[in-house]
């Protein structure tokens, strides 16, 4: 299963059409890397796809990337959807790959990165936003020897963690999009349906402390509906599905899409990794432009809060953006259908 960051349709796997065709993919291999906890892993592999060519200046530096950032449960290749791709990565369009280098991580616990599934299970390091954070760091500076990316675009937790570089590493990305997340602690309902989804895979009988020989089907079950729930548009909802009979035959439906996808300690750990998350009492320090964006119609992120439109005058070059809820709006996902936001992020990089 695939939780709370994506629009329904985007956690299928993704094919590679149009600009994309030219992706390379590598890892990165970080030895004997420390957690924040204290905890080490002899080798932490950061999996991570490429588009678009780097382009040096007359120093010799890099001066043409671009990161993108997925959200809980997602990956790198998930930016390869025709709803992204299509509208931002050909010749003219904002992120042209002829133009630019862009670089899409799988982070810490998802994809083809280290993660719990990988064979440690729940001994695994209980990582969090920050190491995250600090492994792109390093993927970005070590590994692929940039000083300076031109924009970090992150979507979900991708936009939490875009927070964190703007506080933890101010003016490495010269602007950053964060989008579909707020800039505090993780409290409230967002942080009661995220324990509520851990607890109901913990309280399967079958997920025995994490060393199951199965799958944990019934809190699994449990957690994708929560999730099926946080990231839905009500507005579509009601009017795609106007009665009992069709909502539940479309709940059936989106449930069997999504079964026996994942596994139950990964996303253990996925949801847990946002304990820590706070990078409010730092906003002062994000001091390039910022281009943030939330949707009215986001069950995780609920513009009634007033939490964004708060923290948004923290930062001196900072906009931010609400999207109205519509019928044609994604909920929590429309951070990743780029026809919402394609020329706001235009001028962005204009800048």
Same mark, same amino acid.
């Not at 675009?153 to 590493?169: D, E, I, K, P, Q």
């Given at each position: 299963?695939?939780?709370?960051?994506?629009?329904?349709?985007?956690?299928?796997?993704?094919?590679?059409?149009?600009?994309?065709?030219? %992706?390379?993919?590598?890892? #990165?291999?970080?030895?004997?890397?420390?957690?924040?906890?204290?905890?080490?892993?002899?080798?932490?592999?950061?999996?991570?796809?490429?588009?678009?060519?780097?382009?040096?200046?007359?120093?010799?530096?890099?001066?043409?990337?671009?990161?993108?950032?997925?959200?809980?449960?997602?990956?790198?290749?998930?930016?390869?959807?025709?709803?992204?791709?299509?509208?931002?990565?050909?010749? &003219?369009?904002?992120?042209?790959?002829?133009?630019?280098?862009?670089?899409?991580?799988?982070?810490?616990?998802?994809?083809?990165?280290?993660?719990?599934?990988?064979?440690?299970?729940?001994?695994?390091?209980? !990582?969090?936003?920050?190491?995250?954070?600090?492994?792109?760091?390093?993927?970005?500076?070590?590994?692929?020897?940039?000083?300076?990316?031109?924009?970090?675009?992150? *979507?979900?937790?991708?936009?939490?963690?875009?927070?964190?570089? &703007?506080?933890?590493?101010?003016?490495?990305?010269?602007?950053?999009? /964060?989008?579909?997340?707020?800039?505090?602690?993780?409290?409230?309902?967002?942080?009661?349906?995220?324990?509520?989804?851990?607890?109901? @895979?913990?309280?399967?009988?079958?997920?025995?402390?994490?060393?199951?020989?199965?799958?944990?089907?019934?809190?699994?079950?449990?957690?994708?509906?929560?999730?099926?729930? %946080?990231?839905?548009?009500?507005?579509?909802?009601?009017?795609? !599905?106007?009665?009992?009979? =069709?909502?539940?035959?479309?709940?059936?439906?989106?449930?069997?899409?999504?079964?026996?996808?994942?596994?139950?300690? $990964?996303? @253990?750990?996925?949801?847990?990794?946002?304990?820590? !998350?706070?990078?409010? /009492?730092?906003?002062? %320090?994000?001091?390039?432009?910022?281009?943030?964006?939330?949707?009215?119609?986001?069950?995780?992120?609920?513009?009634?809060?007033?939490?964004?439109?708060?923290?948004? *005058?923290?930062?001196?070059? %900072?906009?931010?953006?609400?999207?109205?809820?519509?019928?044609?709006?994604?909920?929590?996902?429309?951070?990743?259908?780029?026809?919402?936001?394609?020329? $706001?992020? =235009?001028?962005?990089? #204009?800048?």
């Amino acid at each position: 299963m695939k939780k709370l960051v994506l629009a329904l349709s985007l956690m299928a796997t993704p094919a590679l059409a149009g600009p994309t065709d030219t %992706a390379k993919e590598a890892d #990165a291999v970080f030895k004997n890397f420390t957690f924040g906890t204290g905890e080490t892993l002899p080798e932490l592999r950061i999996h991570y796809t490429t588009l678009g060519t780097p382009h040096r200046n007359a120093k010799g530096d890099i001066d043409n990337a671009v990161m993108i950032l997925h959200g809980t449960g997602g990956t790198g290749k998930q930016f390869f959807r025709p709803q992204f791709a299509d509208e931002l990565y050909g010749p &003219g369009q904002p992120l042209d790959i002829t133009r630019y280098f862009v670089i899409l991580p799988d982070n810490i616990g998802h994809g083809n990165s280290s993660k719990p599934s990988d064979g440690m299970r729940m001994a695994f390091p209980k !990582y969090d936003y920050d190491d995250m954070v600090r492994a792109q760091y390093r993927l970005v500076t070590e590994k692929l020897g940039i000083k300076n990316l031109q924009l970090i675009l992150g *979507t979900s937790m991708g936009c939490m963690h875009a927070f964190v570089w &703007g506080t933890s590493y101010p003016g490495v990305a010269k602007r950053l999009a /964060p989008f579909a997340c707020n800039a505090t602690t993780i409290a409230g309902r967002n942080r009661w349906w995220r324990k509520m989804s851990v607890d109901a @895979i913990k309280a399967d009988p079958t997920w025995n402390g994490g060393n199951y020989t199965t799958q944990p089907a019934q809190g699994l079950r449990t957690a994708n509906y929560l999730s099926m729930i %946080a990231g839905a548009n009500p507005v579509a909802l009601q009017v795609q !599905y106007p009665t009992r009979e =069709a909502a539940e035959k479309s709940l059936d439906a989106g449930f069997a899409a999504r079964a026996g996808d994942g596994d139950a300690n $990964d996303q @253990i750990y996925q949801l847990e990794s946002s304990r820590n !998350y706070n990078p409010d /009492p730092k906003l002062e %320090a994000i001091t390039v432009p910022v281009l943030w964006i939330n949707s009215g119609d986001d069950f995780i992120n609920p513009p009634e809060l007033g939490l964004a439109q708060k923290a948004v *005058t923290r930062m001196p070059n %900072a906009q931010f953006i609400l999207i109205p809820a519509s019928p044609e709006t994604k909920g929590h996902g429309t951070h990743t259908w780029a026809k919402f936001w394609k020329e $706001d992020l =235009a001028k962005l990089l #204009a800048k």
